[in-house]
């Protein structure tokens, strides 16, 4: 089965603070992807990455940064959190190939509060 | 550009009641891939089915079904004889061949409540 593991649950953070979001999957998949999550909006991409060393904005990139330094991880930084960023956020993974075709496995998520 | 419509965003039904959750979707691409996924009040999105444009089979297990028609671009989800685990939020999502990384486009989702 994959996995998928975020590394908090929830969170609460100080606006301004730098916050660090951590992902790791164990089935050696190219693709990693962040979102968030809020109410009425759907899921919406932030950045996504489909090789180590390579990361694409998604669709609201702004405030955010990632990191892929190993294929299994990637991280979600928050440079200056603010209240705005306060949010439900979810990893994912997929791969091409390998008896599956891009479909998404998520991450547990993390509730990240900025107060 | 692709897009994927969930035209219900809530639904409530019924203990053992069937009910379809729509999915619209739109693309340029001919080859593309099609999803559901599920999201119980747990927070974790679990995915339920793939299905491949070039694929127009119809899919069943248990009490799920999947119907799937090209000539009207849908992708409708069937819950037979419902139970109250199956209350979550339900997204329909569309991934073009060759895209990046195979980036999805999900709908917004649809909130089914079944009650006892």
């Known amino acids: 089965d994959v996995k998928v593991t975020q590394s908090s649950r929830y969170l609460v953070k100080r606006t301004g603070e730098k916050v660090f979001l951590e992902c790791v999957q164990d089935?050696?998949?190219?693709?990693m992807f962040w979102y968030r999550q809020d109410p009425g909006l759907g899921l919406r991409l932030i950045y996504f990455?489909?090789?180590?060393?390579?990361?694409e904005k998604g669709d609201i990139p702004e405030g955010y940064s990632v990191s892929r330094e190993k294929k299994e991880r990637f991280s979600l930084i928050l440079e200056s959190a603010s209240t705005n960023q306060t949010s439900m956020y979810l990893c994912?993974?997929?791969?091409?190939?390998?008896?599956?075709?891009?479909?998404?496995?998520f991450g547990p998520g993390t509730r990240l509060t900025v107060t | 550009a692709q897009k994927v419509t969930q035209a219900q965003t809530e639904i409530s039904v019924v203990e053992k009641e069937d009910v379809t959750l729509d999915c619209v979707y739109e693309?340029?691409?001919?080859?593309?891939?099609l999803f559901w996924y599920k999201q119980p009040p747990s927070g974790e999105l679990v995915f339920l089915i793939r299905r491949n444009s070039f694929d127009e089979q119809n899919e069943i297990s248990g009490r799920y079904s999947w119907n799937f028609q090209k000539s009207t671009s849908s992708f409708n989800f069937t819950i037979t004889a419902s139970q109250v685990v199956d209350s979550a939020v339900y997204f329909c999502a569309l991934s073009e061949a060759g895209t990046n990384a195979g980036k999805s486009t999900f709908g917004d989702g649809t909130t089914l409540t079944v009650k006892p």
């Open positions: 994912a993974s997929s791969s091409p190939g390998q008896g599956t075709n891009y479909e998404q496995y």
């Open positions: 693309t340029r691409d001919t080859t593309y891939y």
């Open positions: 089935m050696d998949h190219e693709n």
């Open positions: 990455s489909y090789d180590v060393k390579m990361k």
